[in-house]
């Protein structure tokens, strides 16, 4: 999850506290928040019952997450990562975009580490 995202992925619990609602209706929007988060981390795109149902579990481009770490913080409906230049669809110009932004960004803190050293 893009970090930005994190404030209003879980902020949406204090929803509970505008309109009123019963306690366990926060307790489970919380537990559907968490449980959301874990199951886009199982590497697998669909839970297959039967060999024809399929129940989406996960994103793609979450998975590219985890092969490239620089891409794809948030999830999938979410626009932070197309505003802040980290989106990567899985092709070959997404991975040339994604190489300039790594070499941009090690360029900075090398720069910003030779300031503070003087």
Do not use: R
């Amino acid at each position: 999850m893009h970090p930005i995202e994190h404030i209003f992925y879980f902020n949406a619990i204090l929803i509970h506290f505008i309109i009123p609602s019963h306690p366990l209706h926060m307790f489970f929007h919380f537990i559907i928040l968490s449980v959301g988060a874990i199951c886009s981390h199982t590497g697998f795109d669909a839970l297959l019952i039967d060999k024809k149902t399929k129940i989406p579990i996960g994103h793609f481009d979450h998975q590219l997450h985890h092969k490239y770490f620089e891409c794809n913080y948030g999830i999938f409906e979410s626009s932070c990562d197309k505003w802040f230049n980290t989106f990567h669809d899985g092709t070959h110009e997404a991975s040339e975009n994604m190489k300039k932004n790594v070499v941009k960004f090690i360029i900075y803190k090398i720069i910003k580490n030779i300031k503070f050293i003087f």
